[in-house]
Every structure is written in structure tokens, then in C-alpha cells.
């Protein structure tokens, strides 16, 4: 059961690392805003799935998933 926690343990410092760097490659929601006045952001709105913020974010979400499901699992001390 050793071996488990240890393998846990490195998974969850892989996706924390993982997740600091998604987060950081994401612009703000505010970027770009002021200067074409919204009608960039409606096309990238409809297609925002196709996008690479649209990936980062997936991938944010899947992150965090993961990164709570280890931290509550090495948590409870089961292994």
C-alpha cells in the first residue's frame, strides 16, 4: 500500500505543476475588451470550444478535477 501512496504522491505533484502552468498560459478575462468593442468576442464566443483558450480551459477543469480527487484520496489515509 506504500508503493500507492507514493505513486499518488507523485501524480498529484505532476498535476499541480501541470495546473500552475495552464493557469498561467491564460489570458485575462479583460483582454482586449476597450479596443474592437465586442464584435471579436461574439465570434470567439460561438467558437470558443475550437479556440486554444477554449482547450486551456477544458484542460483547467480536468486538472482541477484530478487534482481534488488525489488530494481528498491521500487524504483519508486509506493506503
Known amino acids: ?9 507523485i501524480i498529484f505533484i505532476l498535476v499541480s505543476v501541470a495546473l500552475s502552468a495552464i493557469v ?7 483582454a482586449g475588451l476597450g479596443v474592437i468593442s465586442g464584435a ?6 460561438k467558437n470558443k470550444g475550437r479556440s486554444i483558450e477554449g482547450k486551456l480551459e477544458k484542460i483547467t477543469k480536468i486538472l482541477v478535477v484530478a487534482f481534488m480527487l488525489i488530494a481528498i484520496l491521500l ?4 493506503f
Not at 1 to 9: N, V
Not at 40 to 45: D, K
Open 40 to 45: 471579436a468576442e461574439t465570434y470567439w464566443g
Open 75 to 78: 487524504n483519508m489515509n486509506l
Open 24 to 30: 498561467l498560459m491564460q489570458e485575462g478575462k479583460s
Open 1 to 9: 500500500m506504500g508503493a500507492l501512496r507514493i505513486t499518488l504522491t
